[in-house]
């Protein structure tokens, strides 16, 4: 068993074994050498890597979505966007679909997470409707949003007030 360790007072590395013999000197600049050539190599891509689109959406339609995840699927809100936007891409309306007049950039976000294959198909479908990718998958989650029925959002069963002082708060259930 080696052990490496670096002199200070001269800047070559020493590769020593245990014993306290110095088997070999390594030159500071061929570690520098080694490093740089680890810097340039790129990684490897995962196969089954996802890619990640945001989909601009109003508090609104955010909500609407929350409640339509929650009343017709056990997925996470994220899952359940992806869900809907590939059965969208399987649907032949977008190809003749316009883009929607109520696309806005706002601050709040919906991510779908795609792989390789559906970023592609949605990529061509935003070049087919002249539009960005973002749009391209607005179009096609608010369309399939139209196939759910309403969110029904619920409502409070009962009011319990609290009096405290001469004010009375009223605090809602469920």
């Avoid at 590769?15 to 810097?39: C, F, L, N, P, T």
């Avoid at 996470?76 to 059965?87: D, G, Q, R």
């Avoid at 409707?129 to 607005?138: E, G, H, K, N, T």
Wanted: charged content about 35%; some cysteine.
């Amino acid at each position: 068993m080696q052990n490496r360790y670096f002199n200070d007072l001269d800047t070559d590395i020493k590769v020593a074994s245990w014993d306290g013999q110095v088997d070999e000197v390594i030159k500071r600049e061929e570690v520098k050498e080694e490093k740089r050539y680890s810097a340039n190599r790129k990684r490897k891509v995962r196969s089954d890597a996802k890619k990640r689109v945001k989909i601009p959406l109003s508090a609104d339609q955010k909500e609407n979505l929350k409640w339509i995840t929650h009343e017709n699927s056990d997925l996470a809100f994220t899952n359940f966007s992806t869900k809907i936007v590939l059965e969208g891409l399987e649907e032949p309306f977008v190809l003749n679909s316009t883009f929607p007049d109520d696309y806005n950039g706002s601050d709040s976000f919906v991510s779908i997470k795609l792989d390789q294959h559906d970023h592609n198909r949605l990529n061509a479908i935003a070049i087919r409707m002249d539009c960005s990718l973002r749009q391209a998958a607005y179009t096609i989650l608010m369309y399939m949003l139209n196939r759910y029925p309403a969110p029904r959002k619920r409502v409070p069963e009962r009011t319990i007030e609290i009096k405290v002082g001469s004010k009375r708060y009223g605090l809602e259930g469920y």
